[in-house]
């Protein structure tokens, strides 16, 4: 008996373990879908463990959202093409890798001290944070070439520039290549993904090489493109956002354009396993923020989330904040009532008019009607108005199920960034980070920082924190 109790300890505790491992975030938001989740649980509380402070803020690539919207009169617009406003960083094993849109490289740091450990150097920004992939580093920069470095040592391996002609310009504080790579580098199998591109009036390019020696693998020139902000990946295709104009799908095989991506826009882009796509609108036309889920395929409606600022999905949870609120409600049943509410209303006022109509048709033959018809008219009014009752019930009860399909919402302000660590929501805000617990929204830890956290990573027991001023922190427990 004590020997099956030991054992049986054991066994739980291994359990406890392995569902706790630590993991890397090895590329941009943790994975190619982009999903800001990882099932490493955080350790509560944590405290901070370094911080590298920088004397300037990032050099962004854009210098922000237009005050306002001429056409529409809207005023505190989202920026469609804020993709860099942070040094975002990646983790693997025991480093922390970030670009760097300052000093035009990428800086490796130790994961427990912030100690530097090397820096690799290019001729332009690194706008976005390298993707660490089988011992290499992979990132892009504005002088036009993507590289490739050791992740140990920051020796250089191999780099490639689609561009046949090598064209620098200047553009808001920064020289830039005509073909900037803006997207990052995508890994999957054994090759790397990325775009080059700037406006749409020039050549933009999708390349794929082989990511262990750079080797050309395919390489398409494109027109009318803006490919800017991070890649996102299917097992069959690319998604690649352009800020103000709608994202764009490419076939991962051969760098064809497929198709564009209606009614979504700007560079914060999920994807979920179930291939929907999450990102913003495509224009600024209406006033407020908002989020929306829509399907590529085109085959069923969208799911708009009025005055949200950010929006993560988990499985079927989607935990977002709202007007002021963080909320965690479940994705199929809330799409299911909404989608429903939305067709249960364009028959509620197609039967309005049609009710309209009889009933004046009514009024205006009376006298000309006989008793038969009369009657006839009265049954089909009694017919649409018993039809129009019954659809209003229905939305009722819709409208009940949607209300029960969120778990629980709390007061908060509005992030600039959420990811999902195991059961614990971090909260990036404005000088300070926030935890929750996703099975009831409570606040169970926060801590100061100086600036907008727009950049969370969670990984191997350490939370980092990139802000606007860029300043990156660690905390662990």
Known sequence: MLKFIINFVIICFLINNICSAAEDWPTYRHDNRRSGVTSEIPKIPLKQNWVRLSKNPPMMAWSGPAKWDAYSGNKDL??????DPVFYVTV?????YFGSSIDNSVHCLDLQNGYEKWVS??????RLPPTIDSGNCYFGSDDGNAYCVDSTTGKFLWKYRPASE????ASNGKIISTSPIRTGVLVQGENVFFGASLVPWEKSYMCALKKI????????SHSN???????????????APQGRSVPLLFDIKNGKSIKSLSNTGGTFCLLTPDEKFVAMPNNQKSSGNMMQI????????????????????????VYIHQQGKLKALIRSAYSNSNNSISINLGLIKKLEDELKKKRKNLA???SKNTPEQYNKLVQLISQTQNSLNDLKLNNIKEQKKLKDSFLWQVQSSAPYDLILAGNILFHGGIDRVTAFDVSNGKEVWSAPIKGKAYGLAFSHGSLLVSTTLGHIYSFSH
Do not use: C
């Open 225 to 239: 493109m803006t490919l800017q902000g991070a890649f996102l990946s299917s097992a069959e295709t690319i998604y």
């Open 78 to 83: 989202q920026s469609m093409r804020n993709f």
């Open 213 to 220: 020696n750079g080797l050309e693998v395919y390489v398409s």
């Open 166 to 169: 090598n064209r620098f310009i």
């Open 121 to 126: 150097f290019t001729s332009g920004a690194v």
């Open 364 to 366: 205006d033959n009376k």
């Open 294 to 317: 829509a399907d590529p395929s085109g085959s069923s409606a969208m799911v708009k989330f009025a005055g949200a600022d950010r929006l993560l999905i988990s499985n079927d949870h």
């Open 92 to 96: 693997s094993k025991e480093s922390v």
